[in-house]
């Protein structure tokens, strides 16, 4: 067991979450010495905790605290996203980045794991505000990164916006330019469909889901799919449903959640671009809601989820907001609408008693009729995925096309499920006819990269 803090909960469930799922395996049987590895691998290498000190507009000294953990290096440079949140504390952090390690371990790119960020809430600020805490938060955070040491990335509240800001900061402190960042800018180094990649990719491997699970029969068309959130992920994940036949019948925020009125029907790529609009001025989809132009075709559901309030059958579930908002009742009520397919946009979206009541769901049910449920660390590994093309362009000073970056994308999220099922299919074994753990494949694939590599460099032996 990890040793832990108590106060560290979400830490707690990411490493429980991983070790239950081993050690229900035959993993720890055929390999037994891995479990000093998992020991090894839920200890970061480094927690890095620094006070952020900037001033408002109105000449005020306002503090925050700032951290990056890096977690683990056994694969490459650490990588993962820096969140600025009011909520973000060492425990999430922990989490994100412990997810991370294996999440990117499934891409086949050579990135170890890491997150960082800041309680800082940029809601309400001023872009002269968000520049000079972005100042002050880099000009600490880039003694501790580099381009082969450590590649943060944008997550909740950190845009393009932002990470323009502290790249900017960072060249100017080390008078050099490399790729420490990604997500920027598309004519200083970024990556195209570096915004849409999440998204993509996480539709990419429901792709891949449904084909296994029909036979090859089934698609996205006429596809009934529920999305919660309405950040890039939400967005568009929702426009690659659009465009494979599918139709989207909900999205949310933090305030509550916009669901379709009646059976028929979707929300339109015109209509996903209007919420998008609002999401970039840092508004709610309730100011959106009541419009004429939205009211009468959907109704705005305040202080709520989607999962248990869409008329009709949901087939497939992307749940791309936050972490822990699929509960067990709600994942009992999409079981119940017909919902057949849930894979994670966000990370750890569904809390472990809804993980529970899928995986049970699944192994007393033959495929047709079981719901599936893909975990956030491999599902929505196509963002860092295309961050780490990102960073493959970068150190070879290339461009590649948007047709380029999505081919790639669509490669490494069909190996990633490839891989997580055939891991399942040699640890663990279901009964005939019933469909592997992507949750036990994904979790062992990803553990067994890692630990195998740190063995190697001398980490445990």
Request: overall charge negative; some cysteine.
């Amino acid at each position: 067991m990890v040793q832990n803090l108590p106060s560290e909960p979400e830490f707690e469930q990411a490493y429980k979450e991983l070790a239950s799922t081993l050690e229900n395996s035959t993993l720890f049987e055929k390999k037994p010495e891995f479990r000093k590895a998992l020991q090894v691998v839920s200890v970061p290498e480094r927690v890095i905790q620094f006070r952020v000190v900037w001033e408002d507009d109105k000449g005020q000294v306002q503090i925050n605290r700032g951290f990056r953990v890096q977690f683990n290096s056994a694969l490459g440079p650490y990588k993962g996203g820096l969140r600025f949140h009011p909520t973000v504390n060492l425990s999430i952090l922990k989490f994100l980045g412990f997810e991370q390690i294996f999440k990117n371990a499934l891409t086949g790119l050579n990135m170890g794991g890491g997150k960082g960020g800041s309680d800082f809430d940029p809601k309400g600020k001023t872009d002269n505000e968000i520049r000079r805490f972005c100042v002050a938060f880099m000009t600490e955070l880039s003694k501790h990164i580099g381009a082969d040491t450590d590649v943060p990335a944008g997550d909740i509240g950190v845009t393009g916006r932002e990470i323009g800001f502290m790249f900017g900061q960072y060249k100017k402190l080390r008078n050099q330019w490399e790729g420490v960042l990604t997500g920027k800018g598309g004519s200083w180094g970024g990556s195209l469909i570096r915004p849409e990649a999440t998204g993509y990719g996480v539709v990419y491997y429901v792709e891949h889901m449904i084909k296994y699970a029909s036979g090859g029969k089934e698609t996205f068309a006429g596809k009934r799919v529920a999305i919660s959130g309405s950040g890039n992920v939400a967005q568009y994940a929702a426009l690659k449903v659009i465009e494979l036949g599918g139709s989207v019948v909900s999205l949310s925020d933090s305030q509550g959640a916009l669901v379709l009125n009646g059976e028929e029907g979707s929300f339109t790529v015109e209509e996903i671009n209007a919420i998008a609009e609002i999401k970039v001025e840092r508004k709610q989809i309730s100011e959106i809601a009541t419009t004429a132009a939205f009211s009468s075709k959907f109704k705005y559901i305040p202080g709520a989820r989607p999962w248990t309030n869409i008329t009709g059958r949901i087939d497939v579930a992307l749940p791309s907001a936050t972490q822990n908002e699929v509960s067990g009742d709600e994942a009992k009520a999409l079981i119940a609408a017909g919902c057949k397919f849930l894979a994670e946009g966000s990370n750890m979206g569904s809390t472990q008693e809804a993980i529970d009541v899928f995986e049970a769901h699944r192994d007393a049910n033959p495929g047709a009729a079981a719901l599936w449920y893909a975990p956030g660390k491999a599902a929505n590994a196509g963002g860092v995925a295309v961050s780490g093309l990102e960073m493959a362009q970068n150190s070879a000073r290339v461009n590649w096309t948007r047709e380029e970056v999505d081919s790639r994308l669509k490669k490494i999220m069909e190996d990633c499920f490839n891989n997580g099922l055939a891991t399942a299919q040699e640890y663990v074994t279901p009964a005939e006819g019933v469909l592997p753990s992507l949750v036990a494949g994904s979790n062992i694939a990803g553990f067994t990269k890692v630990a195998e590599a740190m063995k190697d460099q001398g980490d445990w032996w």
